[in-house]
């Protein structure tokens, strides 16, 4: 998969996730910015995600995905090392 | 089969599509762990009932205080149904946790403490609501505290959590419209690295993985459906490459697969299963394209056919195209459409109807994956009843003498002969311990010729009974083609020398037979014999129920333009004219009144 790909499908995801258009989320995009990202609705994003990628977050990194960028940045270590 | 939905994919679906027009559904969810990722699976799976789902959660770890000191948000009164997740390892960190660790005396505490807990709750909620009641089970288990020892002994982890689960499932049996949702079943079905997901258990105490919830999703809708009428009641099928491997017409009778033994082994399964379902009350049809004759040969003629001519009740077998086969076949047994489930192996004609008919739920059976067919009709849980009655166990014997009545009807020159020609037999009875479970289970299930649709469990009509100002009466009904069990329901309320008509049901399956004119004739006698002076009849409209709009019209009541302003319509009747005579056309009415 490449890089645009996946961070197009990441925005998808997010935008589906947390019922916002594509066009208002961005690289800084967070739970302080998007106003239904909170620890709950943080747990189906982590579950979407995984299935989307078929990946499998450690439970530290579950913690650490806390803006698109940091997702991204996740997720392509993730997919490399696959 | 469909590929199963994502996430992503199901709530883009929640939120793009237009819930407006749809009916609602109120769930609540009381939970000690965290379920809140549940909630768009139960969500979809509404939607695709097509219900728009309100679901809250309580807080977490707050059940007791909920259910025991009030809760009025979680138990508002549009609220049907209350999910409650009781999780052990919460509930009790020493018979989950640090079980090895207590004594026998400890345990036997613990469990008692346990036990008087779930009693408290449930009474708690029972008082605050009626609503259905899904209780999840506790878990069993999968490494027991005292490994393989444990199996052995009655004191070990698996027993006590065995013993709590039959305590759980006695006090809910015991409790109206409350049940025992087997979570066992959903991580035996997921598997369990699909089911638990320990990272998020300590995360956020959320226990379950993507696989688990959505299991355990579908099988609380396994519940929901039928708690709305939304159950599937008929099974429609083709035959080549679905009943048997290969096509008649070609391979003939020798040829096709079908037997004990591998590749005819898949379809005799697949037919077991049909047979377990017709068992159940599920009404078997036939929907294929061939040659009619050729299908018949089959079944009279070949050993290793499960299923036989007895259990279809109907069969639209032709070259015709399926959609609207799947329209006569749901004419002939008196059904709505959407009660309909059909599969094939056909990707053709399972897009055709869903395309034309996306009421019935078409079900692809890929033919090359037969070994899977059983797994794909007993898994898909669209066929739950929430019990299991004698009539359900005949059900199927009553919908085949439905179509023969209809070819009769065909041959038939004018109605009354045709009445006389069934030799109707009725009874009239009022409701007693053996008939009050059928009685509630009509009142749950009846939609088209239903005046009021008003739902009663049990413990409902048991009350109607036994208080002196109403009455509840059953309608059974006899004809030379079998005993269709009781099949109408009246209950009448008195006040002031009025008897109010606050249900009157009668199943889909006998109507069109006159049944009715007598039945309300009936009621009227009982209500006079009870020293009414009028009758009061409400029409109440639903999306299924017109064609008794006008049926209180056509019995001499006038429609009142000042009646009960809650009914759609409000008729009255006075007695002072007389209760009116049955028609003729039966060959007996036994009645009680």
Sequence with gaps: ?82 | MKKQQSIAEIQEILNRTDKSKLPEIHISVLRNIMIEPIIPYLRYYALDMGFNAHVVCGEYDNVYQEAVGGNEVLFNKNAECIIVFMKLDTLSWGLSRNFNQYNQEQIQGEVARVQDYIKSVLMGIRKQTDAMILWHSFETPTNPSLGIWDSQTEDGQLNIVGVLNSFLRKILKDTSNAYFVDLNLCLARVGIAGFYDSRYWHIGRAPYAREGLREIALEDFKFIRPLKGKNKKCLALDCDNTLWGGIIGEDGLEGIKLGKTHPGSPYYEFQQEIVNLYHRGVIIAMCSKNNEHDVWEVFRRHPYMVLKEEHIATAQINWNDKAANLRQIALDLNIGIDSIVFMDDSEFEINLVREMLPEVKAIHLPHNRAVEYRDILSRCGLFDTLTVSEEDKNRGVMYKAESVRKKLLTEATDMISYYKSLEMLLEIRFANEFSIPRIAQQTQKTNQFNLTTRRYNEADIREFTINSDSDVISLKLIDRFGDSGIVGTCILRYEDKKAIIDTLLLSCRVLGRGVEDAFIIQALKLAKKRGCESVIGEYYATRKNAQVESFYSKYGFQELSDGNNKADKSFIYDLMKGAGTEPDFFKQIDSEI
């Design chain 1, 1 to 82: 998969m490449g890089a645009l790909v996946m961070k197009q499908k990441i925005f998808q995801i997010m935008s589906r996730i947390m019922d916002v258009p594509v066009e208002q989320l961005t690289k800084e995009s967070s739970p302080d910015t998007v106003e239904k990202w909170d620890s709950i609705q943080h747990m189906s994003l982590v579950l979407a995600l995984e299935e989307e990628f078929n990946i499998i977050f450690s439970d530290s990194e579950i913690v650490e995905l806390l803006s698109i960028e940091l997702i991204i940045e996740i997720v392509s270590l993730k997919l490399a090392s696959q």
